[in-house]
């Protein structure tokens, strides 16, 4: 991609950093366009070397038990361990222990938005530079981001370097090379010339400049505070917007690092720091509503339970909501040429971070009749009796187990799985149990319970129609594989699905799920095998999410998703007629 001229100067630090980023930024934007495998972050943790493993951890445990240090405008006290209550606590069983300044958004809100005056003057390029030296220190520091992610959304290690830290990354580099994109799609000058019936031409000139919509709100989870929140953060820190972010009360840390480091760049680069800022809150304050509704708030970026994003959508009617909601994934199972490599990819998909991932599969649709496999039929017993004892051997042990399990964010998320786990909604076909880590003894895992339920039965539609958000499956008999795909595709429409698959050996029966999937708004998976499995999605390849379902009306990412964060002005100069 060619770097235009620019009408404005984007400052000596931010050029430096340009040339410095711009192999990154012009690759990133041809692998959205080609959607080829393509990272500058390796997620191998041995590629960052050992001297880096180290020090993420010692500044890890330096951060526990103190003040994060801040420099923002309107701090009006503190939020973390106290009489109040709140504060992060591990899902592995201890307090965090750090306290974050409050801020007054009365004070804060106008400093961040007086600070955008300079950053737009940067151009898209200045702006896009400015946000690759901001992932590129954030990456160098993934290994302490990896402990913070472990230690405030209950994820293992490996997860937590993957989702929490270097893939993350690339979401938010995702973001920045679209809005590049779309900034870049009409040119900053034109001269328009039309010819007069006269002979004569008349001619004016054009600039066109980006102009940002005004202070961007991120909500984000608990679950996956960066994966989630770093798309709107730099989509709209890259189209000219300031960014406040507002962590979840149980995940401020790896927000907190992200904000530290960005605003420490910012200033650097001689644009204000206060471009990116922290909104941690007290213990029962609803910031998040608050902030929502604020007249400096032009767009909102939220991930979490579907309760509140409703809300948002109906009610932060100032600002441009992007919703990431609840969902409640399917699989069809109709026949498979290798049975036992389909059983192991279903049950990883089921045990990974304890089903705590917003693609972790659900339902699995099988028909009562059985399916054809390379191991012969088998019948729909059969079936959940292989998966049951699939997922045993996979997490036969502790050890085993915690490699692939995560910690459960929270009490609800275990009365959840002891619900399931007590029969009331259904035959239980494989009962959970409690998992000791070995270097963590009060953290909360399990394994995940299957119940077998039968569609035949309308009662049972409640059942597996609403989220039940952890470890937690359903093998729901079928009359036929139509109406599984009919089940599958209705289940999206009602409740939200991010991530639906399909085992078949059939032509017809891939074409007729691809057909209600496409209905339905949802991204398909056919026979998924081996390394890759229905929960994991490709940055810069796959689309996460359609917002064609109720699950979110946002992609991760796509035009849609940067361009609505800005718009062009336009101003016409009269040139010479002749």
Same mark, same amino acid.
């Given at each position: 991609?060619?770097?235009?001229?620019?009408?404005?100067? $984007?400052?000596?630090?931010?050029?430096?950093?340009?040339?410095?980023?711009?192999?990154?930024?012009?690759?990133?934007?041809?692998?959205?366009?080609?959607?080829?495998?393509?990272?500058?972050?390796?997620?191998?943790?041995?590629?960052?070397?050992?001297?880096?493993?180290?020090?993420?951890?010692?500044?890890?445990?330096?951060?526990?038990?103190?003040?994060?240090?801040?420099?923002?405008?309107?701090?009006?006290?503190?939020?973390?361990?106290?009489?109040?209550?709140?504060?992060?606590?591990?899902?592995?069983?201890?307090?965090?222990?750090?306290?974050?300044?409050?801020?007054?958004?009365?004070?804060?809100?106008?400093?961040?938005?007086?600070?955008?005056?300079?950053?737009?003057?940067?151009?898209?390029?200045?702006?896009?530079?400015?946000?690759?030296?901001?992932?590129?220190?954030?990456?160098?520091?993934?290994?302490?981001?990896?402990?913070?992610?472990?230690?405030?959304?209950?994820?293992?290690?490996?997860?937590?370097?993957?989702?929490?830290?270097?893939?993350?990354?690339?979401?938010?580099?995702?973001?920045?090379?679209?809005?590049?994109?779309?900034?870049?799609?009409?040119?900053?000058?034109?001269?328009?010339?039309?010819?007069?019936?006269?002979?004569?031409?008349?001619?004016?000139?054009?600039?066109?400049?980006?102009?940002?919509?005004?202070?961007?709100?991120?909500?984000?989870?608990?679950?996956?505070?960066?994966?989630?929140?770093?798309?709107?953060?730099?989509?709209?820190?890259?189209?000219?917007?300031?960014?406040?972010?507002?962590?979840?009360?149980?995940?401020?840390?790896?927000?907190?690092?992200?904000?530290?480091?960005?605003?420490?760049?910012?200033?650097?680069?001689?644009?204000?720091?206060?471009?990116?800022?922290?909104?941690?809150?007290?213990?029962?304050?609803?910031?998040?509503?608050?902030?929502?509704?604020?007249?400096?708030?032009?767009?909102?970026?939220?991930?979490?339970?579907?309760?509140?994003?409703?809300?948002?959508?109906?009610?932060?009617?100032?600002?441009?909501?992007?919703?990431?909601?609840?969902?409640?994934?399917?699989?069809?199972?109709?026949?498979?040429?290798?049975?036992?490599?389909?059983?192991?990819?279903?049950?990883?998909?089921?045990?990974?971070?304890?089903?705590?991932?917003?693609?972790?599969?659900?339902?699995?649709?099988?028909?009562?009749?059985?399916?054809?496999?390379?191991?012969?039929?088998?019948?729909?017993?059969?079936?959940?009796?292989?998966?049951?004892?699939?997922?045993?051997?996979?997490?036969?042990?502790?050890?085993?187990?915690?490699?692939?399990?995560?910690?459960?964010?929270?009490?609800? $998320?275990?009365?959840?799985?002891?619900?399931?786990?007590?029969?009331?909604?259904?035959?239980?076909?494989?009962?959970?149990?409690?998992?000791?880590?070995?270097?963590?003894?009060?953290?909360?895992?399990?394994?995940?319970?299957?119940?077998?339920?039968?569609?035949?039965?309308?009662?049972?539609?409640?059942?597996?129609?609403?989220?039940?958000?952890?470890?937690?499956?359903?093998?729901?008999?079928?009359?036929?594989?139509?109406?599984?795909?009919?089940?599958?595709?209705?289940?999206?429409?009602?409740?939200?699905?991010?991530?639906?698959?399909?085992?078949?050996?059939?032509?017809?029966?891939?074409?007729?799920?691809?057909?209600?999937?496409?209905?339905?708004? $949802?991204?398909?998976? $056919?026979?998924?095998?081996?390394?890759?499995?229905?929960?994991?999605?490709?940055?810069?390849?796959?689309?996460?999410?359609?917002?064609?379902?109720?699950?979110?009306?946002?992609?991760?990412?796509?035009?849609?998703?940067?361009?609505?964060?800005?718009?062009?002005?336009?101003?016409?100069?009269?040139?010479?007629?002749?």
């Amino acid at each position: 991609m060619t770097t235009p001229l620019h009408e404005r100067a $984007v400052g000596e630090a931010a050029q430096e950093l340009l040339e410095r980023h711009r192999a990154v930024l012009d690759r990133a934007v041809t692998a959205i366009r080609t959607r080829e495998y393509w990272s500058p972050y390796p997620d191998e943790a041995d590629a960052y070397g050992e001297p880096a493993r180290t020090a993420g951890d010692e500044t890890f445990r330096q951060l526990l038990g103190r003040e994060f240090p801040s420099d923002q405008p309107g701090r009006d006290g503190f939020v973390g361990p106290g009489p109040e209550g709140g504060g992060e606590r591990s899902p592995y069983g201890f307090d965090l222990g750090i306290t974050y300044a409050h801020a007054d958004p009365d004070v804060l809100l106008p400093a961040m938005e007086e600070a955008m005056a300079g950053w737009r003057s940067a151009g898209p390029w200045g702006r896009a530079a400015v946000c690759a030296e901001i992932l590129a220190r954030i990456n160098a520091r993934s290994f302490e981001l990896a402990h913070a992610a472990v230690h405030t959304s209950g994820h293992n290690f490996l997860m937590a370097f993957h989702a929490g830290a270097v893939h993350a990354q690339d979401r938010g580099l995702e973001a920045v090379a679209y809005a590049l994109f779309e900034q870049t799609r009409m040119p900053t000058g034109a001269t328009w010339s039309k010819p007069m019936p006269d002979g004569r031409t008349f001619s004016l000139a054009k600039t066109f400049t980006v102009v940002p919509r005004g202070v961007s709100l991120v909500i984000a989870n608990r679950v996956f505070p960066t994966w989630n929140g770093y798309p709107g953060l730099f989509a709209s820190l890259a189209t000219g917007n300031a960014v406040l972010v507002k962590p979840h009360p149980g995940a401020v840390l790896p927000l907190a690092l992200t904000v530290r480091i960005a605003r420490e760049v910012l200033r650097e680069c001689g644009f204000d720091p206060n471009l990116v800022a922290l909104a941690p809150e007290r213990p029962g304050e609803r910031l998040a509503a608050t902030l929502a509704l604020r007249p400096e708030v032009r767009i909102v970026d939220y991930a979490g339970t579907s309760e509140f994003g409703h809300w948002l959508e109906a009610n932060a009617r100032q600002a441009r909501v992007f919703t990431a909601k609840s969902a409640v994934n399917s699989l069809l199972v109709e026949s498979t040429a290798d049975y036992r490599g389909m059983l192991h990819n279903i049950a990883f998909s089921l045990a990974l971070y304890s089903g705590q991932l917003c693609t972790s599969p659900q339902n699995l649709f099988v028909p009562r009749d059985g399916i054809a496999t390379d191991e012969g039929h088998r019948t729909y017993d059969e079936v959940v009796g292989d998966l049951a004892d699939t997922v045993t051997a996979l997490l036969a042990d502790d050890t085993s187990a915690v490699a692939v399990l995560g910690a459960l964010v929270g009490p609800d $998320v275990l009365a959840e799985v002891e619900y399931a786990a007590s029969g009331a909604v259904g035959p239980v076909a494989l009962a959970p149990r409690p998992v000791t880590h070995p270097d963590h003894p009060g953290a909360t895992l399990r394994t995940p319970v299957l119940v077998a339920l039968d569609a035949a039965r309308e009662e049972t539609h409640k059942t597996f129609g609403r989220e039940w958000f952890g470890p937690v499956g359903f093998v729901v008999a079928v009359d036929s594989a139509a109406r599984g795909a009919e089940l599958l595709g209705s289940v999206t429409r009602r409740a939200g699905a991010l991530s639906v698959g399909v085992h078949t050996t059939s032509a017809a029966v891939e074409a007729l799920v691809s057909e209600v999937c496409e209905d339905a708004g $949802v991204m398909l998976s $056919v026979n998924l095998m081996g390394d890759w499995f229905i929960t994991q999605s490709a940055v810069f390849s796959d689309l996460h999410s359609t917002g064609l379902n109720p699950s979110g009306n946002s992609v991760y990412c796509d035009g849609a998703y940067v361009a609505e964060r800005f718009r062009t002005v336009g101003v016409r100069r009269y040139g010479d007629s002749r």
